[in-house]
């Protein structure tokens, strides 16, 4: 797609729609905080984990450049937005766009158990993603970085059957160069940010940790039913998932992941243009339901 092809950024709407996220994640977390009622901080920790989604999705949004057209103000935005994962926008950054370089090769083939894998492991890893685990390693990793970078280094795992299994190697390898100084900055940002919203609105240690363990599931679940068991290409390994259309339009038109990965700079408002009607649509429900039953051995004739 040339350039002069893509769609206008929607930077109003973004940045309306960023304020009015955070703004409904921050009464969800006082809510689920000072609630007398089980179940209205349950139905608190589940909104949150909708609308903190929404704040993710414009995250993602940054990490391409097209949340605003200014560099800076999408830079800046899309740091406002890293806090509330917590997470540093730069780390946040540079794995994703490893995510787009690697979709579905053998780094990125959770969903197959291929010869030489390291089956518990890989159900490990898998069942990390399932149950929401997945999403706490984003901000620890975050702080692990900022207070002793030479840690995560280790864990790569270069060269080695774990660290290719894994995706290790592929995505600690960017830290080499990154750049520190500006992540430790952001997850300071991050740390201040949630102390601030701890602190101004009383929160709780269990209304805090309820709502981010909705988010982390409902996160985490959706971040590889929208590439698994989908071909195996860079460009084309993703679905464009059928789901409830209120769902789709919370989560900012994440589901059209196909379409993502084949016009990665075109802004969420418009990927519904970009939908391969011809193409294959699984529903979320029905990839969610399968990948309980786990990785499936990598079929004969896969490339």
Known sequence: MRAEDTPPIPAALNAVLLVAAMGAGALCLWTASHAEALAVRLVAAGVFSYVNNTVFSLLHEATHGVLHPSRRLNDGLGRLAAT???TSFTLQRAFHLTHHRNNRTEREQFDYLRPGDHR???????????????????PLGALVFALAPG?????????TRYGEQTGADAYLGRLE?????????????M???????????ELTPTGWALCYAAFAVNWSSLQYADHAWSPLDVREGAWDLRVAAPVRWVFLNYHYHRAHHRHPHVPWLYLGRYVDASAPRP???????AMWRGPRPLPEKAP
Do not use: D, H, M, N
Not at 125 to 130: E, P, R, S, T
């Open 120 to 138: 518990f492991l890989k159900r490990a890893q898998w069942y990390a993603i399932l149950t929401g685990a997945y999403w706490a390693f984003v």
């Open 283 to 289: 529903s979320f429900l029905r990839i969610w339901c």
């Open 151 to 159: 840690l995560l280094r280790k864990l790569r795992g270069p060269g």
């Open 191 to 201: 740390v201040a940010l949630q102390a601030g919203l701890a602190y101004a609105l």
């Open 177 to 189: 160069e990154a750049p520190g100084a500006t992540i430790r900055a952001e997850v300071l940002l």
């Open 84 to 86: 509330f994962f917590p």
